[in-house]
């Protein structure tokens, strides 16, 4: 029995960018050409959280010895930490503020020198930016801001973007 050939895999160094795209007349997040023109916040990032939990819907029957269930609504989380304070460049921190809606448009795997471009796969995440909190500084590292962004749509995943 010959043995099976394990996968490559991608490293996350490198492979992750993440633009914002703010919500505007004619804004298209699938456009690849609204993405590039949106705020590229991949290098100010820490640290970002984008999870996603899946209710569980309990539906029990009256002699049944177990509880049987359904999966129910999905409820997505996004955070993030970034850098800010660079006075020629604090782009991150001037276009998250509190109430900004828009969306972030994170493509996976791929290398991130490479621009958007139609028929590249990416996640598209509904969002209105909270508060914008100055974390503690700390001896030996950088100014951060850590913030949460409420979910005003449904995600999209793995969809592609157009030209």
Do not use: C
Not at 35 to 62: C, H, M, W
Request: net charge negative.
């Amino acid at each position: 029995m010959a043995q099976s050939l394990t996968p490559q895999s991608v490293g996350t160094d490198g492979n992750l960018r993440i633009h914002f795209v703010e919500e505007g007349v004619g804004i298209d997040p699938l456009s690849a050409a609204d993405v590039i023109a949106g705020v590229d916040v991949t290098y100010y990032l820490k640290t970002f959280s984008y999870t996603q939990s899946e209710t569980n819907i309990e539906d029990p029957r009256l002699t049944l010895a177990t509880t049987p269930s359904k999966p129910g609504p999905t409820t997505y989380t996004f955070e993030m930490t970034y850098v800010f304070g660079d006075e020629t460049d604090d782009a991150a921190r001037e276009a998250l503020t509190k109430g900004t809606q828009g969306w972030f448009v994170i493509r996976w795997a791929h290398d991130n020198a490479a621009t958007f471009a139609a028929g590249q796969i990416v996640d598209v995440v509904p969002v209105e930016a909270g508060s914008q909190r100055k974390d503690t500084p700390a001896a030996n590292s950088q100014f951060t801001i850590t913030q949460a962004f409420g979910i005003n749509g449904v995600p999209q995943e793995d969809v592609t973007l157009i030209a």
